[in-house]
Structure formats: C-alpha cells, structure tokens
C-alpha cells in the first residue's frame, strides 16, 4: 500500500499560473524519496499540497489508500521542515521541540520524555537548555527534525532543508538525515534542486521541471538511463 499518492493533481495559482500538471505520485511507507528539479519547476506546491497547507486546484491526495484532499493539515500524519527551519530564536532548544506538544496540552511530564527521545535521535542530548542562537547551521536543522518528530509522524516533508548549509557540513548532513530515516523508518520526501544530492540520498526520485513529472525511478536508473535530453543535462550524463 502506498503511504501518500497523488493522482492527476493539477494546480493554479490565483494569477493564473499553472504551476503543476497532471501529478501522479506514488510513495511507499519507509523510504526516502527526493522531489529534485530546477527553482520553480514546483517542488515547494507538490510538498504543500501532501502537507495540506495548499489545496489542488484538481486531482486528489490519498494518505494509506485515504482521500485526504480536503483534510486539515493539523490531522494528517505528516509533518514538515522548512528551508530556514522557522525555529523560535528567543526560545531555547527545549520549548523548540516542545513547542507542539505544549499547544495541544499534553503535561509536562509527558513531555520530556518525549522531547528527551527526540533530541537523542538527532544526537542533540544535552543541548536541552541551550539557545538557538548559540547552534551551528547543522544543529539547527536537526533541532527542526526533533520538533517535526515529536508527533509521531507517517511521512516527514523536508524543503530544500540543507540549502543554507556550507558544503562541509551539507555532506555530514546528509549522511545524518539517512541514518535518521533508517533509525525512524518513516517516509522522508526531501525537496532539492542538487542532483548530487538527490542521487547520493534517495530510493527514488522523481524528477520535476515545468511543473511535470520528467522521469520517476531509483538513482542508478535515473543516471544511467535518463528519459530525455532534460533529464540527462539536469542529471549531468548526457553520456
Ligand atoms: P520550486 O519549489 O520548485 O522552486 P514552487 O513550487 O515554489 O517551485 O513554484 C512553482 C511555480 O509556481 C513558480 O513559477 C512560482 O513562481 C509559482 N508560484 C508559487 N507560489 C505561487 C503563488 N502563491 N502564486 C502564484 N504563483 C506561484
Ligand atoms: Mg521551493
């Protein structure tokens, strides 16, 4: 059974634009997937209509074989991380994490636990009481990860999420965010416009540009076989 699918989803903007054509995505429960394709090809929408924070303008989103088109985001068991990580900056790394669990009322007792769980899986243990702003870029991100995982979720959405980070550092976090994948074993659908990156994280990909799907499959096929002169330029293996 496929955890999220998105059957012929189309959307327009207000202004007019069509941003994204006849969509069909399907993902499975416990792999990685990467969403990669040039700025503005529609990697941002796709993970907006999934999280529900954007609605298709046609075609309908499914969650466990479930039709959750029209289902308030809060309610889906899908979780995102945003590109600048829209942490709390006067909060520290605790009340971060918390944050969510705070909102719906759960007792502090309750809590910790739980945040404490987070923070090890991200290998933040100890950092607790400390200030966002004393974090590295890369300890940041995985302050968002804890906060997005703290709810149990299906699927985790990450936008663009290592973009901001200098290169050394983008390569520790991508070897990270696998292991914290495995170690979860959710369904990560990870936003990039870097085919390297892309190649070197994902089961799949699924390559967008115009707002279409160009090609879908693991990153050897992709590599090896690319479907179009597109694909084989953006990949880097027109051979
Ligand atoms: P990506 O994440 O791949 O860079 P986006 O999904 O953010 O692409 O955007 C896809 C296209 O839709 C872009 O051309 C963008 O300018 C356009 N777009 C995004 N949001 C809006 C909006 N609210 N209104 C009109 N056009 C938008
Ligand atoms: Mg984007």
């Given at each position: 059974m496929n955890i999220i699918e998105l059957k012929h989803v189309n959307k327009r903007y207000d202004d007019g634009f069509v941003a994204l054509k006849d969509i069909n995505l399907k993902i499975e429960s416990g792999k990685f997937y990467s969403l990669l394709g040039p700025s503005g090809s529609g990697k941002s929408t796709i993970l907006r209509i999934i999280a529900g924070f954007s609605q298709p303008t046609e075609g309908r989103v499914f969650f466990a074989g479930k039709d959750i088109t029209d289902l308030d985001p809060a309610k889906r068991q899908i979780n995102t991380v945003f590109q600048n990580y829209a942490l709390f900056s006067h909060l520290n790394v605790f009340d971060n994490v918390a944050f969510g669990l705070k909102i719906k009322k759960r007792p502090l007792r309750e809590i910790k636990p739980i945040v404490k769980d987070a923070l090890k899986m991200v290998r933040l243990e100890g950092y607790a009481n400390r200030e966002i702003s004393e974090l590295s870029g890369g300890q940041q991100q995985r302050v968002a990860i804890a906060r997005a995982i703290v709810n149990e979720p299906k699927v985790l959405l990450l936008d663009e999420?290592?973009?901001?980070?200098?290169k050394r550092l983008r390569k520790e976090m991508q070897f990270e965010l696998r292991a914290i994948q495995k170690k979860l074993g959710i369904t990560f659908i990870f936003v990039t416009h870097d085919q390297e990156e892309a190649l070197s994280m994902s089961d799949e990909i699924f390559v967008l540009n115009n707002g279409r799907i160009e090609q879908n499959g693991s990153p050897i096929d992709i590599y090896d076989e690319p479907i179009n002169d597109f694909v084989a330029r953006f990949i880097g293996n027109s051979n």
């Open positions: 999420s290592l973009s901001a980070l200098d």
